[in-house]
């Protein structure tokens, strides 16, 4: 048995428990939540492989959550759980079928926008509204990248526009490495935005004070990759030198996926499967540089099943 079913047993052991305690104590919420949570993590995992299985996973979730909002709207982690879900929902839905998928983006930013709005003036909620204004960033880019896959160009940018604005909101009290991080984020969305000089400036200041972080590493990867395809659409730059900007782009991609491999990111059969399915990626598949770097990481994939 591979890693990922390995984690997946374990973690729908941990779920069977869960099950048997909400069963035990039916008017017990918090239970009913971890309860949700537990269908959340598997649900997330299953994406990767198995789209299916995740959408049932991630639909028991939702139904466990829905009941406990409406039970009771005030409590702002059942709401942010809800939105977690319906983002999940999102993801595992985006390539069969994109109007559910847009709708579940539409409901988690919803839900985050009123988590937000309930306590934004208060400082004392202050990590809280972090954690919710991230969230709602994420959501945000990730209705921006289907509305883009649904060739609707205008509602994708007032998406990732959106998102912009919240990264920022995040990046004027974050400091240190959880800045950067948002940093890359946001340089992501930028990508998608067409803004490929400033994205790929963002990530040259970062990586080159990042020798092993490879988490890191893989996000500017992404950043570089999404800003070859994009630079292709820039209508300021003739052909060549779209292509040029393109050919550059991708290059320096793949050479921060080599330094991603030699920090040990890729060592989770998961992270490949990632690698291999991203749609951030997609301009780097015809090359044979990166074609040749997902032929080494075969093992691992292999050893995960």
């Not at 941990?14 to 949700?36: E, W």
């Not at 595992?92 to 937000?116: F, R």
């Not at 969230?135 to 883009?148: E, P, V």
């Not at 991080?181 to 803004?195: D, H, I, K, S, W």
Request: charged share 25%.
């Amino acid at each position: 048995m591979g890693q990922r079913e390995d984690g997946l047993r374990s973690l729908e052991q941990a779920r069977a428990l869960r099950v048997k305690v909400v069963q035990d104590n039916p008017t017990n919420s918090q239970f009913q939540g971890d309860l949700a949570d537990s269908y959340l993590t598997i649900g997330l995992i299953e994406r990767e492989t198995d789209p299916a299985a995740a959408r049932r996973s991630l639909e028991e979730a939702r139904g466990i959550a829905l009941k406990l909002c409406q039970a009771d709207p005030s409590i702002a982690r059942f709401q942010s759980l809800l939105a977690e879900i319906y983002n999940g929902l999102g993801l595992a839905q985006q390539t069969a079928d994109p109007a559910a998928a847009q709708h579940c983006y539409e409901q988690a930013c919803g839900h985050l926008e009123k988590l937000v709005q309930g306590i934004a003036a208060r400082m004392d909620q202050l990590p809280a509204v972090r954690q919710y204004q991230v969230a709602l960033a994420q959501s945000y880019h990730n209705l921006g990248t289907l509305r883009r896959e649904m060739k609707q160009p205008a509602a994708a940018r007032r998406s990732f526009e959106q998102a912009c604005v919240l990264w920022d909101w995040v990046l004027e009290r974050d400091k240190g490495l959880a800045g950067d991080r948002v940093r890359l984020r946001r340089a992501l969305t930028q990508a998608y935005l067409g803004e490929h000089a400033r994205a790929t400036d963002t990530v040259k200041g970062i990586t080159q004070k990042l020798p092993g972080a490879g988490n890191l590493l893989y996000d500017a990867a992404c950043v570089y990759s999404m800003s070859a395809a994009t630079c292709l659409e820039d209508a300021r730059l003739d052909p060549v030198d779209q292509s040029r900007l393109a050919q550059h782009y991708a290059q320096q991609a793949v050479a921060l996926l080599t330094r991603v491999c030699t920090a040990g990111y890729f060592r989770s059969p998961t992270a490949v499967e990632r690698l291999r399915n991203a749609p951030e990626m997609a301009m780097l598949r015809s090359r044979e540089d990166f074609r040749r770097l997902l032929n080494d990481l075969e093992p691992i994939k292999q050893a995960g099943r």
